[in-house]
């Protein structure tokens, strides 16, 4: 297994591809199943078309993984707080805001609530071959806790940003309880035949360095630590974004086997300070997949250029967007397949 093989040898060889959203509204094949299913959190729901929209990536542009369809938010759907995506609005979600609210969350329903999400990653992985890896995920216990306190939607992200100034210690009942359901989520996933595994910290850029480090960083290591007890084979990458150097800390502190780095980070500096440590994916700009022409070529040259001798796994800054045509990620999969095999 190609990507799998970066993180056991840590060096060079033929170059991984995947990229972030690859099973999504970019796809015509896609946005035909949506058509005729208005709920998106059923399609989570869904083992058989979760499945098939899982493959539907890997069938047309033979990626080297599979990441599992899904959404980070099935964790505050399965602790009872309904989830709802609305076409046009985006995230709907009853806000839990204070430590008195925190009552309501029932976390004895994570494994029966997502028992069909555990039956799409073993239905996926019998439908790959042994050299495309399956990407579970699940969304960092900040990142998660943004939604679920509403604040996405909110100007300068308030509602959480003031409860974990004015009430840490409330704050940090739901951290914890998030750590919690995501080490038990994370390992059902493995044992139903996830290879690699993925924490998206999508908004550890909206704290401080101190904040970071106790809302961010700290419930991250307790995760990845207690996965490595039970799983010390499966590797671990942890996505963030804006977040510049605290990359380093992240790095040494929790002790991720891959970091996925968003588009804004320097690659010479990635290449010198943190690929000697640990496997580096991403970084290309999602926006310029979309635009494409002479200059997506260039960075696609220019991302090998740097960060291609060393452990490296091919994939965007962030998730690629729905605009995007097909024909540019078939290209930019080509490039990569001639420039390295
Ligand atoms: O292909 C894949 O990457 C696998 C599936 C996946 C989805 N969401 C499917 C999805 C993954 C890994 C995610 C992660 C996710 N979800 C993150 C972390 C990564 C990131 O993008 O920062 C976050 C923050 C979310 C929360 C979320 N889910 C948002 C902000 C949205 C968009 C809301 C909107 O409608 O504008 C979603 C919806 C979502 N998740 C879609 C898909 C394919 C689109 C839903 C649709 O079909 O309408």
Redesign the pocket.
Known sequence: MKLKSVFQNHKTGPIPVWM??????HLPE?REI?KKNPS?MSLCYNPEIACEITLQ?VRRYGFDAA???????VIPDALGQKVN?V?GK??EINPVTSGSALARLDTHRILSHLQPVFETISRVRENLTSETALIG?C?APW?VAV?MTGS?AVPHHMPIRSWSYNAPEDFSVLISLLVEASITYLDAQVKAGADVLQI?E?WGNLLPQKEFERWCMEPIRKIISALKESHPDVPVII?S?GIGYSFVKLASYCLPDGLSLDSSFPLDFARKHLQPHVVLQGNLDPVLLAVGGPFLDKAVDTLLDELGEGAFIFNLG??ILPQTPPEHVAHVVKKIRERSH
Do not use: K, V
């Open positions: 972030m959203r690859q099973a999504g509204r896609y949506r998106f990536p990441i599992l369809f899904s959404d980070i938010l995506f076409e985006g995230i995920f969304g990142t939604y996405h998206f999508s996505f974004r962030h998730g």
